[in-house]
């Protein structure tokens, strides 16, 4: 593991600078910070930072790490102070892609199966305690077969602290959200709807867990809370607190030493560069976990009694004894000392269920897909021509009213059948979530067909590169009042 070079290494103001960069990355604060030429002139003596371009793309691994605990001398748990070793709960990588000018993230849930030195399932997210940045960094290049150029690790208090300099974030809450665990010091009570949430809130939005998709839900508010940044970083308002931000992000970020400052400038112009349908975000395809139903065979002690002689039968011997003796004889044989008792063990072949483990299963081929043509830019246009509806897994998603509703849903999904589309949920959402076509894998030339096959124009219905709904979908559509306003109307032109 490399860490950011310390103090003595490097002149202070620049460590100040650099770490306020890296965090911007690793909240997705990394569609950057517009930073002032009069900033990086009079404290970096750089001529012109904006000369700075990024070339060719980058990949970057960006991990926040959890609270740790050390056992006290009383034998009670206390808090340890960012040493990063903790869990990593938030797994995100990156690409900075320059010949495609968009920035790719795609979320690793953090109950992502792998095996440990090839043998022992486990969590992905506890690579680091276990090894650090690098294995974990490791562990992504080997299930991707791809190389990262880069790691940040980023300390969750240190979020929290930052977020509270910067004033804020507005966020569309998109339920009702209620958790509370004392050991970590976890109080999460938030209200749906929009509203500014503190550092500490925001911590706890970021985390929550706890409803029916689990890690998958959490992710999916993860990628709302990214936008939200994006929003905030437009804010003029934010230069001012440079110097609060600075202080903040001390000691809240760890990378590696191959992360130039000058890496930095160039990664900054370029995310601030783009524009907003210029980002992509996915989730790892997989699926959850089920209890395993498993059969083993074990060995169990048997206690079996015999003879110490065999027994002779001497039914047809005219010279054994008589017939009503004989089974005096065989009474006393029973109870004679002369038994024998001897332990054996038995073969029994026993059905029952594995320990369950809630994991999150990767989906190699989905996953093979997906990097290719995200990462890799290895897309054959054969494949775009080939696209087929049969192939497309769609999940609806309303959140209008009843009425308008039922009949736009009615609609809708004669649509997508019609069109040979699978539909594998239909459910009601919240009101605040964002309506659109979710791209859930990467996969906009689908949504694209998608929309064609509906006969809906760009201006009817924005397509979001994000996650929403069953994580088993590859489109997910959130359907609000103007869009079944406008498939009703369609529906009596015909």
Request: charge should be positive; charged fraction near 25%.
């Amino acid at each position: 593991m490399n860490p950011l070079p310390n103090k003595e290494q490097k002149p202070k103001k620049r460590i100040f600078i650099i770490k306020l960069i890296l965090l911007s990355f690793t909240l997705l604060i990394s569609f950057g910070f517009t930073y002032s030429h009069y900033y990086y002139k009079n404290s970096l003596n750089i001529p012109n930072p904006l000369n700075y371009n990024l070339q060719k793309p980058v990949i970057i691994m960006v991990a926040g790490t959890d609270q740790e605990y050390k056992t006290s001398k009383y034998g009670y748990a206390v808090k340890v102070k960012n040493t990063f070793h903790g869990r990593t709960d938030t797994i995100i990588l990156f690409k900075f892609d320059p010949i495609n000018k968009r920035i790719v993230a795609l979320n690793i849930p953090r109950d992502t199966r792998v095996f440990i030195n090839g043998k022992s399932p486990d969590k992905i997210n506890s690579i680091n305690v276990l090894g650090g940045p690098t294995a974990l960094r490791n562990s992504l290049e080997r299930l991707f077969d791809l190389k990262i150029d880069h790691f940040i690790l980023v300390d969750t208090k240190g979020v929290e602290k930052i977020i509270d300099e910067a004033g804020g974030i507005a966020v569309d809450i998109p339920k009702r959200m209620v958790y509370r665990d004392k050991t970590d010091g976890l109080n999460i009570n938030l209200e749906a709807g929009r509203q500014t949430l503190t550092g500490k809130q925001a911590v706890g939005f970021l985390r929550f867990r706890h409803d029916n998709l689990g890690d998958i839900g959490r992710i999916q508010r993860q990628q709302i809370f990214l936008r939200a940044i994006k929003q905030k970083l437009a804010d003029p308002s934010l230069y001012a607190r440079i110097p609060q931000l600075i202080k903040a992000s001390l000691d809240s970020v760890l990378t590696d030493s191959n992360l130039t400052f000058i890496d930095l400038i160039k990664l900054s112009n370029f995310t601030k560069s783009l524009p907003e349908n210029s980002h992509i975000f996915a989730t790892l395809p997989g699926d959850f976990s089920m209890p395993e139903t498993q059969t083993k065979v074990i060995y169990e002690e048997v206690t079996i009694s015999k003879p110490a002689t065999p027994t002779v039968d001497n039914t047809n011997n005219p010279y054994s004894a008589k017939t009503e003796d004989k089974a005096t004889n065989q009474a006393e044989n029973e109870t004679s000392p002369e038994t024998v008792k001897s332990v054996q063990l038995r073969p029994k072949v026993i059905t029952y269920t594995a320990p369950f483990v809630s994991y999150w299963l990767p989906n190699e081929a989905e996953i093979e897909k997906l990097i290719n043509k995200l990462f890799k830019n290895e897309t054959i246009e054969a494949e775009l021509e080939n696209i087929s509806a049969k192939n497309i897994k769609v999940a609806i998603e309303s959140i209008c009213q009843k009425q308008k509703g039922r009949q736009a849903l009615r609609i809708l999904t004669n649509r997508l059948s019609k069109a040979g589309f699978e539909i594998i949920d239909i459910s009601t959402a919240n009101k605040f979530e964002k309506a659109g076509i979710y791209a859930q894998k990467g996969n906009l030339e689908e949504t694209d067909f998608l929309r064609d096959k509906l006969n809906l124009e760009k201006s009817d219905i924005d397509i979001l590169a994000g996650s929403a709904g069953s994580p088993l979908a590859d489109i997910t559509i959130v359907l609000d009042s103007d869009l079944a306003d406008k498939l009703i109307s369609l529906e009596k032109e015909i």
